[in-house]
């Protein structure tokens, strides 16, 4: 019987005279989808910023981790009592912790000392147990040595169940099936679209949709300086999200069409850009923003282009780092653009 005489619980939805309420009961119920922002007024160029962090997870990561879970228990690789491990910087940690702690599971993140504190208390609050890498492995990254602790991790009891994101295929079809079809939906004469390369799921996802479709969107991606992705040489990162220091067995780069490559100097600045404008997003973010920019400068000349851009995560997680006077001196030296107006407003310790 319904609590008020014009209410009823109709499919997940409170139905009442005003319209329709979301009611959700898992944290993957809700994931918004549809909320771009342009950037024409701070670049100079009309780029729609696709915002994917508005869900419990507050990243992108949400899509590739509930597809891989659920991939997972289909399969009957994870069962009741299994123990969830995976290799994160952070967003698919959180992700990870987010479902597991939905579903009953128990989940370990193994990560390093460049995952925001933010995020590894979250991951805690949320029950997950996390393990930091503190030494890098033998080519002087930090992917390659937290995967041998995974391994290494498995092999000692069969509870341990990894999904790897870096080689699993549901991690780019969550793309694939969500991500991309939103996009092309939205936008039906998109000319170019610019995604971020980690794990590079999303970029291959996204990839492969508008490829299948022939549809001619240029697929931009974008990649940190110091990232092994596409061969570049290695180098310090220290912004967690983009790029990797061992290539992503799930790239395949006929499917892309251009790479830029983006300064973490060049990210900062984008992020505190954006930030100057009331949209606080993350450094992932902030890289494919700075990328999508320079492109459009060189390419973009008479403003014609349709251009979306893939915002993977949102920045309280960043409060401490990118968004920190005292971590940007440690890292960048007292010299960091004194005069620039996106130091204006940081936050001092």
Same mark, same amino acid.
């Given at each position: 019987m319904?609590?008020?005489?014009t ?11 005003? #319209?329709?309420v ?8 809700f ?5 771009? *922002?342009d950037l ?11 915002c994917?962090?508005?869900?419990? /997870?507050g ?9 891989? !879970? ?6 009957? *690789? ?9 290799s ?8 990870l &912790? ?9 989940? *370990? =993140?193994?990560?390093?000392?460049? =995952? ?14 996390v ?10 990254? %930090?992917? #390659?040595a ?6 290494a991790? =498995?092999a000692?009891?069969?509870?341990y *169940?990894?999904?790897n ?23 039906p004469?998109?000319d170019?679209l %610019?995604?971020g &390369? ?11 949709y %508008?490829?299948e479709r ?5 697929? !931009? ?8 992705? %596409?061969g570049?040489?290695?180098g ?5 999200g983009?790029?990797?220091s061992v @290539?992503?067995?799930l790239l395949d ?5 251009? !790479?830029?490559?983006?300064?973490e100097?060049?990210t900062?600045?984008a ?8 949209f ?8 494919? !923003?700075?990328? /999508?920019?320079?492109?459009?400068d060189?390419h973009?000349?008479?403003? @014609?282009?349709?251009?979306? &851009? ?6 309280? @997680?960043?409060?401490d780092t ?22 204006? #407003?940081?936050?001092? &310790?």
């Open positions: 319904s609590c008020a005489g209410d009823e619980a109709v499919g997940g939805l409170l139905q009442d005279q005003g #319209g329709n979301p009611v959700i009961s898992l944290p993957t119920d994931n918004e989808e549809e909320l771009y *922002v024409r007024s701070m670049l100079g160029h009309s780029l729609y910023l696709k994917e962090g508005f869900n419990f /997870a990243s992108i990561k949400l899509k590739a981790a509930q597809e891989m !879970v659920e991939a997972a228990e289909r399969g009957g *690789v994870l069962s009741p009592g299994s123990i969830l491990v995976e994160s910087s952070g967003n698919l940690g959180v992700a &912790a987010t479902i597991a702690a939905s579903k009953g599971y128990q989940f *370990v =993140c193994v990560t390093d000392a460049r =995952c925001n504190l933010s995020t590894r208390r979250l991951m805690e609050a949320l029950g997950s147990q393990h930091i890498i503190a030494e890098p492995d033998v080519s002087g990254g %930090f992917l #390659g937290r995967i041998e602790y995974v391994r991790l =498995c000692s009891d069969d509870q *169940v990894w999904l994101q870096y080689t699993n295929p549901n991690n780019w079809k969550a793309h694939y099936r969500t991500t991309a079809p939103a996009i092309a939906r939205q936008f004469h998109l170019v %610019f995604v &390369a980690g794990t590079t799921g999303t970029l291959m996802g996204c990839a492969r %508008f490829r022939r549809r001619p969107v240029r697929i !931009v991606a974008v990649d940190s300086v110091g990232s092994v992705t %596409f570049g040489p290695p310090r990162r220290m912004i967690p983009l790029g990797t @290539r992503p067995q780069e006929s499917y892309v069409d251009e !790479v830029v490559n983006v300064e100097a060049d900062i600045r992020c505190h850009r954006l930030a100057r404008r009331g606080l997003f993350g450094g992932s973010t902030g890289t494919v !923003v700075s990328g /999508a920019a320079q492109w459009l060189h973009d000349v008479q403003g @014609r282009l349709t251009a979306a &851009a893939i915002a993977p995560d949102l920045g309280e @997680r960043y409060l990118v968004y920190q006077m005292n971590w940007l001196q440690d890292l960048y030296g007292t010299a960091l653009l004194p005069d620039d107006e996106l130091t204006a #407003g940081v936050t001092p &310790a």
